[in-house]
Nanobody, 121 residues
């Protein structure tokens, strides 16, 4: 079992920045991707970003491309999400995830408990 613990959420004004962190309780398998999803109030959970173990391959939802950056520090078993130019529509609970890449998409096996991000206009 891998436990994932997020931190770094909070309240920020539109145009501001936040960095989310997700610490894994232990090293994940080498073929595991780590990533972030979010669920806005009244909406379904959606993919945000993912990164391979090497950190060299990343993927982003179109809605966050150019504003968000995902990275990971394998020595610390931690993945980060740097969020710049935040918009009110980025308001959501953000969830860290770890798992393998399936046939067509990231298929998380482990989830964090979530951290809330609120962007005021």
């Amino acid at each position: 079992q891998v436990q994932l613990v997020e931190s770094g959420g909070g309240l920020v004004q539109a145009g501001g920045s936040l960095t989310l962190s997700c610490a894994a309780s232990k090293r994940t398998p080498d073929n595991y991707i780590m990533g972030w999803f979010r669920r806005a109030p009244g909406k379904e959970r959606e993919f945000v970003a993912q990164v391979t173990r090497s950190g060299t391959t990343t993927n982003y939802a179109d809605s966050v491309k150019g504003r968000f950056t995902i990275s990971r520090d394998n020595a610390k078993n931690t993945v980060y999400l740097r969020m710049n130019s935040l918009k009110p529509e980025d308001t959501a609970d953000y969830y860290c995830a770890a798992g393998q890449y399936g046939l067509t998409s990231f298929e998380p096996r482990y989830w964090g408990q979530g951290t809330q991000v609120t962007v005021s206009s």
